[in-house]
């Protein structure tokens, strides 16, 4: 599996370098640049999964330079900057930016904040659909459909089945779980994940579709399947 590629626009070296180390180790491909020219003087067949983005940049700012960013790129952009007023982050979101980090960022939220970023913008590399059986949930058109008849479901209930139909007959922790719906480190308390949980398999369960499971696989976490019954052939 390849590493997700990630571009960071940052001026300050010091937090650049820091930032380079540290998401590589996390299993990122990295690439810097320190303004917009260098952004310009990539060679024009790299692409990118997401992209970091200050936007005190010094010879522009990130808002005039997310247009191109979007247009070259076509991936996730996330604007990380120490300008944390809300009239900024709403020009921001309301750009099109898929997320908005305030520095200074602990390294363990960014990572997170990444991670669930990439996940509810997949790339052209990451899996828009998984079909298991007749089950089918489909990520671009957020569509659950099972034996062709489409199924009703909220938009929290689609993205927390979106993370366990990519893993089926794995068991997935409640810290990868939360990490990955909720987008930041789990601190060992919040039970919040398991409501949400308790509260799909209650749906699952109304769909009475023998086979479609989320079960407890206690002291290590949830466990999705669907193994449709069919009958004994005599």
């Not at 960013?69 to 009239?87: H, K, S």
């Not at 779980?177 to 409501?195: H, K, N, T, W």
Request: with cysteine; aromatic share 8%.
């Amino acid at each position: 599996m390849s590493k997700p590629k990630i571009l960071l626009i940052e001026d300050d070296l010091d937090l650049a370098e820091l930032t380079l180390l540290y998401l590589t180790q996390q299993g990122f491909d990295l690439t810097h640049s320190e303004s917009a020219q260098a952004v310009a003087n990539l060679p024009a067949d790299l692409n990118f999964d997401l992209i970091i983005c200050d936007i005190m940049l010094p010879d522009t700012d990130g808002f005039s330079l997310f247009a191109e960013l979007q247009a070259r790129y076509q991936c996730v952009i996330i604007f990380m900057t120490a300008l944390d007023g809300q009239q900024e982050q709403i020009k921001g979101l309301e750009l099109g930016a898929s997320d908005y980090i305030v520095k200074p960022v602990n390294p363990e939220l960014l990572v997170a904040r990444i991670k669930a970023n990439l996940r509810k913008f997949p790339g052209e590399a990451a899996p828009q659909a998984v079909t298991l059986h007749d089950f089918t949930i489909d990520h671009t058109h957020q569509l659950l459909t099972i034996g062709d008849r489409p199924q009703k479901v909220t938009t929290q209930e689609f993205d927390l089945l979106w993370i366990f139909a990519q893993h089926p007959g794995k068991v997935l922790s409640r810290e990868y779980l939360f990490e990955q719906y909720v987008g930041r480190p789990y601190d060992g308390l919040d039970r919040a994940i398991d409501l949400k949980i308790s509260r799909l398999r209650k749906k699952i369960d109304s769909y009475q579709i023998a086979g479609l499971t989320i079960k407890t696989v206690h002291g290590q976490g949830y466990l999705f399947n669907y193994q449709p019954q069919t009958a004994d052939k005599g």
